[in-house]
């Protein structure tokens, strides 16, 4: 894709940021909403994506590769310091951050939908993979393939469930609860 087609497409995604902000849910915003906020045609927004649910399932592939590599910051920081839980630390207050709430509540609690929680998760659960593969080189890969799956859509679970609430635990307990988690599939999957 050439450089112009991208600048197009940052456009698009920008405007429908800022529609999404304005609306506050996606199912309120409409191509000609981003079209007029961007200042484009609706040929130009369909040139580039099929509709709002094809941008919004973009937009959550973005947000799933930015989630991951918070997550892979916090590892980075795990490794260096001796600890297991700064990954997920990280990985809440960036949810959380006034910043990016907007969009983690929209992305996480309004678009509830398959191809959404697939954009979102399918990153992460390549991650989590890669890492119970690090952890446990003896280990079957379709074990680590199944403990990835079911590590990262009960955090997904979780995750969704603490924002529903408000966020009513703290930071530290929820990326405790999280470590504590990984320790169990690890066990799991040491067994014979």
């Known amino acids: 894709m050439g450089r112009h087609a991208e600048q197009t497409k940052a456009v698009i995604m920008d405007a429908f940021l800022t529609a999404i902000e304005e609306k506050k849910v996606i199912s309120k915003v409409y191509v000609r909403d981003v079209a007029n906020i961007g200042h484009i045609s609706r040929s130009t927004f369909y040139a580039y994506y099929d509709g709002i649910d094809d941008l919004t399932n973009a ?10 590599d918070v997550i892979r910051a916090g590892i980075l920081e795990d490794e260096q310091q001796g600890t297991e839980w700064a990954r997920y630390h990280r990985l809440l207050e960036y949810l959380t951050d006034p910043g990016n709430l907007s969009l983690t509540q929209t992305l996480l609690l309004d678009a509830e939908n398959y191809s959404v929680t697939e954009a979102i998760a399918q990153p992460i659960r390549e991650l989590v993979f890669e890492q119970f593969r690090k952890n446990h080189p003896d280990i079957n890969e379709s074990i680590h393939r199944r403990s990835s799956l079911f590590w990262t859509y009960g955090m997904y679970g979780l995750i969704k469930d603490w ?9 530290e307990h929820i990326a405790e609860a999280m470590a504590a988690s990984v320790r169990v599939c690890g066990d799991w999957e040491s067994r014979d």
Not at 59 to 68: D, P, Q, R, S, T
Not at 164 to 170: E, F, I, K
């Open 59 to 68: 937009l959550a592939e973005k947000y799933g590769n930015e989630l991951c």
């Open 163 to 171: 924002l529903r609430s408000g966020s009513d635990r703290d930071i």
